[in-house]
Nanobody, 116 residues
């Protein structure tokens, strides 16, 4: 069955770094664009980053531009989100999303907490 499994979240101090991974299975990963979203309690899920199926196109939310980097390894069926210079306001549950046309899949999320 289709699975997206995020990992790499945790507690980090402000200014620190984390790399999130999203391991995919059960579908043709290389045919799907990938996106990262995040959500905090009481707020709507927020777009963070996008990468095309080939990896040639990336997009970022203004709030993370210059600090986060999305990438993918189609041979490993995995997408990544490298996060540097983390801020308190980056604290959230981070979700990966695979999309192709009207079809999309979601992972269960991984918690990122930025706190001193």
């Amino acid at each position: 069955q289709v699975q997206l499994v995020e990992s790499g979240g945790g507690l980090v101090q402000p200014g620190g770094s984390l790399r999130l991974s999203c391991a995919a299975s059960g579908f043709t990963f290389s045919s799907y664009a990938m996106r990262w979203y995040r959500q905090t309690p009481g707020k709507a899920r927020e777009f963070v980053a996008y990468i095309s199926s080939s990896g040639g196109i990336t997009r970022y939310a203004d709030a993370v531009k210059g600090r986060f980097s999305i990438s993918r390894d189609n041979a490993k069926n995995t997408a990544y989100l490298q996060m540097i210079s983390l801020k308190d306001e980056d604290t959230a549950v981070y979700y990966c999303n695979a999309v192709r046309g009207s079809v999309d899949y979601w992972g269960q999320g991984t918690q990122v907490t930025v706190s001193s």
